[in-house]
């Protein structure tokens, strides 16, 4: 799926006019685990959320949605590409980030009473942060001034990884208020490979009031009698075949981390306190607070009722 951003963007003629700073309000990338450390606290501790997930996997998604088209589709094409993306980011500011460390949940189940302080494996009174949400800019002509959202944390509500385009707001509105609601294009990597673009469209029947609805893309429905091979599936053949398109090149990595390092070395440094949040919520309120900041909106509105199926 994460593959599919690529032919997506660059095998169709309709997002690419749209997919720049003129359309695109702002871009979530979003990576949610269900479960808290699991007794790998100890190893956990020494990297913190910010290093095991974001300045590696969200980094390397959010590549692929903002670069370029690359001359070809060979990995060192690609690589050049996504490389161009890192050196247009400055460095991240303490004060672009939300950290979190999750609390137990005393009303939860099991490992849910937990908090990341309760693994033995985790050092007294630690401050390493389970969950991340930090705003990153790409300086260039395409995305100068959109916020790249990327949020990840542990001991969450759900399981997922997403990519969510937000777009701007429609201008002139004739159709109320009830019609102010971004569209947006979401890129569901996991669980579930989905697709979905949430459009406002006329309610069925004789009204005439917008509501909220989506082209759905469900891969499971679109493609059912396909084995869709795990992320790993795909790492490990391409080791074997010796294809190098999804694994980071020595010059992505040292941009990945001079954007990463003076963030991680002040956190340390100072010892910031993470925001406690309770083990099976979405994480800090705050983080959702600064999201808003950052122009992202939440309409509280949308509901998706998975389709039952054409009736013949
Ligand atoms: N083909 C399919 O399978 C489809 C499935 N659906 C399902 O429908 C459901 C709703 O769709 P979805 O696109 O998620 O739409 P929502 O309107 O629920 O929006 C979700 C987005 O808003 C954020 N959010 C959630 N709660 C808050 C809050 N209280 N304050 C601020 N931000 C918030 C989420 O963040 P965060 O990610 O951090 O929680 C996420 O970025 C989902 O379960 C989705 O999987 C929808 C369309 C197609
Ligand atoms: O690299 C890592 O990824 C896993 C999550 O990977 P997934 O493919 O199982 O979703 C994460 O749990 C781990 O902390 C991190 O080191």
């Keep these: 799926m994460v593959q599919n951003l690529m032919v997506m963007r660059f095998a169709n003629t309709v997002l690419q006019p749209i997919w720049n700073r003129n359309n695109i309000a702002?871009?979530?990338?979003?990576?949610k685990e269900p479960f808290g450390t699991m007794g790998r606290g100890g190893y956990f501790d020494e990297f913190g959320i910010i290093r095991d997930i974001m300045q590696n996997h969200l980094l390397q998604v959010m590549c692929l949605a903002a670069m370029e088209k690359p001359a070809t589709n060979s990995s060192e094409d690609i690589r050049n590409e996504k490389v161009k993306v890192l050196k247009s980011i400055r460095?991240?500011?303490?004060?672009?980030?939300?950290?979190?460390?999750?609390?137990?949940?005393?009303?939860?189940?099991?490992?849910?009473?937990?908090?990341?302080?309760?693994?033995?494996?985790?050092?007294?009174?630690?401050?390493?942060?389970?969950?991340?949400?930090?705003?990153?800019y790409i300086r260039n002509e395409r995305w100068d001034g959109v916020p790249f959202i990327l949020k990840c944390g542990k001991a969450l509500n759900e399981r997922k990884a997403e990519v969510r385009i937000q777009f701007k707001d429609t201008p002139g509105n004739i159709f109320g208020e009830k019609s102010a609601r971004r569209n947006e294009l979401v890129i569901r990597l996991q669980p579930n490979e989905a697709m979905y673009m949430k459009l406002m469209m006329k309610q069925p029947g004789m009204s005439f009031e917008p509501v909220e609805s989506e082209l759905d893309l469900t891969y499971t429905a679109r493609y059912g009698d396909i084995t869709l091979p795990d992320a790993y599936e795909r790492l490990i053949l391409d080791t074997l075949s010796g294809t190098q398109a999804h694994f980071v090149r020595s010059d992505e990595l040292a941009e990945a981390w001079r954007i990463f390092t003076p963030l991680l070395h002040r956190i340390e440094g100072e010892n910031v306190e993470p925001i406690k949040y309770t083990y099976g919520t979405r994480g800090p309120k705050e983080a959702d607070e600064f999201a808003a900041k950052l122009g992202f909106m939440y309409s509280q509105t949308y509901k998706w009722t998975p389709s039952p199926g054409p009736r013949l």
């Design 26 to 31: 702002n871009v979530v990338v979003t990576f």
């Design 91 to 136: 460095p991240i500011q303490l004060e672009d980030v939300v950290l979190g460390q999750y609390a137990g949940n005393p009303l939860g189940q099991g490992d849910a009473k937990l908090g990341y302080l309760d693994d033995e494996t985790v050092p007294k009174g630690s401050r390493t942060p389970t969950y991340a949400l930090a705003a990153l």
